[in-house]
């Protein structure tokens, strides 16, 4: 079985600051992990992902994650957030012989200028 | 390369009546996902198409939903009838094969309203 934990369903951050979205999963084969966004009234696009190569992973828009075994967590993080990031963040994990996504309850990131 | 196309992207429709959502994955890719999305939550998976071959429908409330993907390309996902509780967006996503290391490609979605 395979799922993700999202801590925290709204985080607000100031432009700028650094920008840290939780993420813990729970899986019973290797796992591979993403991060999509959503932007409102629009599907989901990939940041990133992690295929079992390296542990920390960068995306697009300047989003990087880590995969940390030992934790069991998939953390996604920016270093200055910008206004345009403002959107629903959510984190999925599929695993090796898998072949369905499970989401997460997403992450609603809020940037105040 | 042209998305994942879904239509329509709005429909408002009274309880019990039916409804159907179209979609056209991207060229070549094998699998076709449909997921809902309800209010504040994540997408949860509907069924799985591996080509024309539903593979994985066991989230799928059969009594009142089908699926069909003629000849492994377009897809519809029909409600019939449709009750309060089916309001949400429904996404359909594709890969070229079954997820694992491989990312699915969403449309837009379709934003049920039921009446």
């Known amino acids: 079985a395979q799922s993700v934990t999202q801590l925290g369903s709204h985080v607000s951050v100031s432009e700028g600051a650094l920008v840290l979205l939780r993420c813990n999963y729970s899986?019973?084969?290797?796992?591979?992990l993403f991060w999509y966004v959503q932007y409102p009234n629009q599907g989901l696009q990939l940041l990133l992902k992690y295929t079992s190569a390296a542990t920390l992973v960068k995306g697009i828009n300047g989003f990087e994650a880590e995969f940390k075994k030992s934790e069991t967590s998939f953390h996604l993080t920016k270093p200055s957030a910008h206004m345009s990031d403002a959107a629903e963040y959510f984190c999925a994990v599929s695993g090796t012989g898998a072949n369905n996504l499970f989401f997460g309850t997403g992450t609603r990131l809020t940037v105040i200028p | 390369e042209a998305g994942v196309v879904q239509s329509p992207r709005y429909k408002i429709i009274e309880k019990k009546q039916p409804v159907a959502f179209w979609c056209n994955p991207i060229?070549?890719?094998?699998?076709l996902y449909w997921y809902r999305q309800n209010l504040g939550q994540g997408p949860e998976l509907l069924i799985r198409?591996?080509?024309?071959?539903?593979?994985?429908d066991s989230q799928l409330p059969k009594d009142r939903f089908s699926a069909e993907r003629l000849k492994g390309v377009d897809s519809t996902l029909k409600i019939q009838p449709a009750e309060l509780g089916d309001s949400a967006v429904y996404l359909c996503a594709s890969s070229p094969r079954g997820t694992g290391n491989t990312e699915a490609f969403f449309g837009q979605g379709t934003r049920l309203t039921v009446v």
């Open positions: 198409y591996e080509n024309e071959e539903a593979v994985d």
């Open positions: 060229s070549g890719h094998n699998t």
């Open positions: 899986s019973s084969v290797p796992p591979y």
